[in-house]
């Protein structure tokens, strides 16, 4: 039976080849919950692979991604380092976290540790980090003159505010180690000597976790793909820890107006619809920032001129000490002002978890925490997320 065979042949073909679509209209059907009906709607449940703007799957999966893999043409480290402020006493908080790393992205690349530290690094310390990774590590204590309250700060005053503070439920605005970290990670670790000649930092904080293997160098991306800064968390903040910061931005907004993009991300900063008495509170800034204890950015962003110009006006008007300014809201203003909205990059896939929040892909690359999970915890928490706000102003790229 000579024809019966390529018969035969071609019905089994047909019958893979339904059973292969049926596949892949099934295995993202997660309701999303995220903009539905064009509404803003949160709950605990997302599904971050489903894209909130109804934009095709697929297009937001980079299809280069192969591009980018160990052994693939573009595979060569490029100029950039994994960044870390810590103290000794987190040594076993770090300890995890550079396992995770290491387990699901580093160990394909070996891209350097930087640690910095306002004391200097125990030889414990040095000696149990080096032993997780392959790659060198490097040990950098922080320059006084980068991390202790400037002098035109006045002590007294500061006490006062941070009584005050503390009275508004801001968690350690008494804390003058936390104000300095703050103020550390907005103007200063990019003016580090030792990362004088580096492009690119991922930010490491000890604790965090990884879930999801990640197969290209993240770094070479940015490079190829013309990006500034990724992020995998979209928060709302206190508006207690930031009366004045849009205040003073718009001052000096008023005095560089030439420092604005064209293709700002203005909507988003200001948006006053999905938590108005946050935005009302923080004098016209919503609050939704990129969670900075993940990042991935471009140092040249932070030693540009416009940044240099904003962080010092900020640094002056004393916010750092008198209120409770973070480096995310910092970093996200600068960003959602300055720079293209285009540049900024949702790293989906990257599965990450700072208590108590969550970015979980709906990917067979990951395990350890459930998809499109956002926190973990008391469900009034859901409400922090203002991921759908930014998909909704500024979109996905
Ligand atoms: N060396 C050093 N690192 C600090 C200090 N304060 C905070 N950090 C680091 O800064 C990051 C943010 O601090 P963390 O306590 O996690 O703040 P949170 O995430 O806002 O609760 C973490 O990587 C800490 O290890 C400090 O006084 N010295
Ligand atoms: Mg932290």
Redesign the pocket.
């Known amino acids: 039976m000579a024809v019966a065979r390529p018969i035969r042949l071609l019905g089994a073909a047909t019958i893979i080849l339904v059973l292969v679509l049926v596949f892949q209209l099934t295995k993202h059907s997660t309701p999303l919950v995220g903009l539905k009906g064009g509404k803003l709607n949160h709950g605990m449940m997302r599904d971050p692979l489903l894209d909130p703007t109804g934009e095709p799957e697929g297009k937001l999966w980079r299809a280069e991604e192969n591009d980018y893999a160990p052994g693939s043409k573009n595979s060569a480290r490029i100029n950039a380092t994994l960044l ?5 006493e ?1 040594l076993d ?2 300890i995890p976290t550079m396992r995770d790393l290491e387990r699901t992205w580093n160990h394909k690349f070996n891209y350097p540790w930087m640690f ?4 200097p690094f125990t030889e414990e310390f040095k000696k149990r980090t080096q032993a997780e990774t392959k790659a060198k590590c490097y040990y950098e204590q ?1 320059p006084k003159e980068h991390w202790n309250m400037p002098d035109w700060i006045n002590k007294e005053l500061f006490e006062e505010s941070a009584q005050i503070l503390k009275e508004n439920g801001i ?2 605005s008494d804390k003058i ?2 104000h ?3 103020r550390w ?1 907005s103007g200063m670790f990019y003016k580090h000597p030792a990362l004088e000649n580096i492009r690119y930092y991922w ?5 965090v976790q990884f879930f999801c293997n990640v197969d290209y160098d993240v770094f070479r991306y940015m490079q190829d793909n013309n990006k500034t800064y990724g992020f995998t968390i979209n928060l709302f903040d206190a508006p207690e820890s930031m009366p004045t910061l849009w205040k003073e931005t718009q001052k000096f907004l008023a005095a560089h107006p030439d420092y604005l993009s064209e293709n700002n991300m203005m909507e988003w900063l200001t948006d006053d619809q999905l938590r108005p008495e946050h935005t009302e509170k923080a004098g016209g800034y919503s609050t939704c920032h990129f969670w900075s ?1 993940f990042e991935i950015g471009d140092l040249d962003f932070f030693r540009s001129q416009k940044y240099e110009d904003y962080f010092n006006h900020l640094d002056r008007a004393g916010g750092f000490f008198y209120e409770r300014w ?1 480096d995310a809201p910092v970093h996200s203003i600068a960003l959602g002002l300055f720079e293209d909205a285009s540049r900024v990059h949702w790293f989906r896939d990257i599965g990450y978890r ?1 208590i108590p929040y969550f970015n979980c892909p709906n990917s067979p690359k990951c395990s350890g925490c459930t998809p499109g999970q956002f926190y973990a915890g008391e469900p009034f928490l859901a409400k922090e997320d203002c991921r759908p706000n930014y998909f909704k102003y500024v979109g996905t790229h």
Not at 203 to 207: A, C, I, Y
């Open positions: 870390s402020l810590v103290r000794n987190e908080d770090l910095f530290n306002d004391k922080v968690q350690y180690s936390y300095q970290m703050c990670n930010r490491v904080e000890p604790k204890n973070g700072h």
